[in-house]
């Protein structure tokens, strides 16, 4: 061995006893706090005995929601695959939408049905309007062409009304002069004509206008109530038992079986002839 190799080795060994006694204190304040620790951990054992606890208890519920969820994609009630809960959900959200847009598909036609519906009764009733209007209109011009027809009917009878004043005044000033001589005229012998054709005087019973009335034989100039020489009893066409025409206010009036010339607005006698019909 040489110097240099001892050197060189005790150099080392001085090196190794220096570190063994570094390492001393190292390892001594290594156990204690190893001790230390151990003692926290005992102290903390509850603690991680709760924690644990807890983490059980957590995977336990886990686990039942799991097999919770397994059981519902398993059950045959459910439309979508077991294994693809997304794909359910979009399959869900489709049909949701589907079932959207099919209401409101349905709703616009409903309310486009309404509108339609609307709009035809709108229009039947405007052309149930302007046929009112239009017949009322017609109406309005078919009154105003009666009332104007009407009108001119009614000037026109004031003015026969007017005529006929005129000529029943002329011929009441000249009732005076009635003339008893036509018979006289062999054209009004109704003697002859009645032997000739008996049955136009029947003209059958006569009623009286008051009950249990009995026959009076009546005279020229009296004055007879207005119930025996109403129209009723009037001869309407004296030449059909040839008598003399009337004129102005005279009227020939059955009275029974005589024949009387009435003037009617004064229901004096002014003519008489007994035992005319049969």
Known sequence: ???????????????????????????????????????????RVPWNRDRSRARSERSERRREVRQERSRERSSPSRAVAPWNRDRSRADDRREN???????RRENRRERNQERREN?????????????????????????????????WEDRRDRRDYRRDRWEDRRDYRNHRAWNRAWRKNNRYNWHRYRAANRHLYRPGRYYAPY????????NIGIRLGSMFY?????????WHYRLPPVYGPYRWVRYYDDVLL??????????????FFW
């Open 1 to 43: 061995m040489t110097f240099g190799q001892f050197l060189k080795g005790s150099a080392l060994t001085g090196l190794a006893g220096a570190l063994a006694l570094t390492a001393l204190p190292a390892q001594t304040h290594a156990a204690e706090s190893a001790q230390q620790r151990a003692q926290e951990r005992e102290s």
């Open 97 to 103: 939408r589907r079932e959207r847009n099919q209401e």
């Open 119 to 151: 709009r035809r009764e709108r229009n039947r009733e405007r052309r149930e309007y302007r046929r009112d209007r239009n017949e009322n209109r017609r109406d309005y011009r078919r009154d105003r062409r009666d009332y104007r027809r009407d009108r």
């Open 211 to 218: 009950r249990n009335y009995r026959y009076n034989r009546v």
């Open 230 to 238: 109403g129209s009723r009893y009037w001869i309407n066409d004296p």
């Open 262 to 275: 009435v003037n009617v607005h004064t229901g004096q006698v002014v003519d008489v002839i007994y035992d």
